[in-house]
Nanobody
Framework: QVQLVESGGGLVQAGDSLRLSCAASGRSTSSYAMGWFRQAPGKEREFVAAITWSGGATYYADSVKGRFSISRDNAKNTVYLQMNSLKPEDTAVYYC?????????????????WGQGTQVTVSS
């Protein structure tokens, strides 16, 4: 079993940056593909970014490409989402997810483990 805990969310202004963290416990996630998703009020949860177990490959939603960066530190069992040039439309609860294996997964149904989420609010 894997437990995921997100942190780093908050209230920022448009153009600011935030770095989200996702700490895993229960077992090492060094062999797990990881992803970030977000869910705005009244909308479905959507894919943001994914990274393979080694960190050698990443993939991003078009809406965040060039602004967000996913990375991981397997020694710390932690995945990060660096968010730059934030926009009001980035406002959402951000979730991290894990799936054993080396994949770049973009669908919520493909992941086995989820965190509880962290709120990101971007004011204009």
């Amino acid at each position: 079993q894997v437990q995921l805990v997100e942190s780093g969310g908050g209230l920022v202004q448009a153009g600011d940056s935030l770095r989200l963290s996702c700490a895993a416990s229960g077992r090492s996630t060094s062999s797990y593909a990881m992803g970030w998703f977000r869910q705005a009020p009244g909308k479905e949860r959507e894919f943001v970014a994914a990274i393979t177990w080694s960190g050698g490959a990443t993939y991003y939603a078009d809406s965040v490409k060039g602004r967000f960066s996913i990375s991981r530190d397997n020694a710390k069992n932690t995945v990060y989402l660096q968010m730059n040039s934030l926009k009001p439309e980035d406002t959402a609860v951000y979730y991290c997810a894990a799936k054993r294996g080396s994949y770049l997964l973009t669908s919520t149904g493909q992941y086995d483990y989820w965190g509880q989420g962290t709120q990101v609010t971007v004011s204009s």
